[in-house]
């Protein structure tokens, strides 16, 4: 998976930018050589990748070849111009799917695709409570191009890693493959913490504790150069939950009136 969105679409983080890159780091790959890097990473024969806007978001997904040592399982789906990557596996899948009155046939990714569109359009439900009940190891990337907002999700325990960074041209890169997010970003990347999400507009949450603020602490390399920042719970903060009411509730409103540092 890779992700490209220029800041026009992503309010990233200002703490991922590494203050050493502001006037020693190179200009980066631009998007289309980084999407023929994941091509040659993955099973580039099945692979795809798409332009959205005028090239504000891009987005590419390739297959788990055979015999991939991670053995993370990789799927694409689209649908009513959602764009669902999703890496893992949920355990309890067939009862979301049940609960959501979904086809129990559906895969992982189409039915976050389903979840996600349910809770835009009618249910006043939160998303941290919805990726509260996800079982498994997982992380996924949505992006909805009709509302041009992007969420991202990684389960808590941390067995399918994700890599975010701004790169010198103020795009945000997210992918799985940490040498990708390198490549382009230099020193401007950290791991994507887990247990949270991040929404394009509003930013980074933790939906286990979801009464907390996220606070960064600068990421230090062997050599003493600050490369971006690693996002904690803090847990002396307190956020407000506003109410879910009515039917205009939905994941893009996911944290309220309260914006996160």
């Given at each position: 998976m890779l992700g490209i969105f220029n800041e026009k679409l992503v309010n990233a983080p200002k703490e991922l930018k590494s203050p050493a890159c502001l006037n020693s780091c190179s200009k980066g790959k631009e998007r289309d050589e980084m999407m023929k890097d994941l091509m040659?990473?993955?099973?580039?024969?099945?692979?795809?990748?798409?332009?959205f806007g005028n090239g504000d978001g891009v987005?590419?997904?390739?297959?788990?070849?055979?015999?991939?040592?991670?053995?993370?399982?990789?799927?694409?789906?689209?649908?009513?111009?959602?764009?669902?990557?999703?890496?893992?596996?949920?355990?309890?899948l067939s009862m979301l799917n049940k609960q959501y009155g979904l086809s129990k046939g559906g895969n992982e990714a189409m039915f976050i695709i389903q979840a996600y569109r349910t809770l835009r359009d009618r249910a006043p439900y939160p998303a941290h409570q919805v990726l509260k009940e996800l079982e498994g190891s997982f992380g996924f990337l949505i992006y909805d191009n009709?509302?041009?907002?992007?969420?991202?999700?990684?389960?808590?325990?941390?067995?399918?890693?994700?890599y975010w960074g701004i790169a010198p041209h103020a795009s945000l890169v997210i992918s799985e493959n940490l040498h990708l997010v390198k490549a382009t970003c230099a020193k401007s990347f950290a791991p994507f913490p887990t247990g949270c999400m991040f929404h394009s507009q509003h930013g980074l949450m933790s939906f286990e504790h979801p009464t907390?603020?996220?606070?960064?602490?600068?990421?230090?390399?062997?050599?003493?150069?600050?490369?971006?920042?690693?996002?904690?719970?803090?847990?002396?903060?307190n956020i407000h939950l506003m109410p879910r009411v009515g039917s205009e509730a939905n994941?893009?409103?996911w944290i309220g009136d309260d914006k996160l540092a």
């Open positions: 040659r990473f993955g099973n580039w024969w099945n692979g795809l990748w798409m332009r987005l590419g997904y390739a297959p788990s070849m055979d015999g991939d040592h991670n053995h993370n399982q990789r799927l694409f789906s689209v649908l009513d111009d959602i764009y669902c990557v999703f890496l893992g596996e949920l355990h309890n009709r509302d041009r907002t992007l969420f991202l999700a990684s389960a808590s325990n941390a067995h399918i890693p994700l907390k603020k996220m606070k960064p602490m600068p990421r230090i390399d062997s050599q003493g150069v600050i490369c971006g920042a690693i996002f904690n719970v803090d847990s002396q903060s994941w893009a409103n």
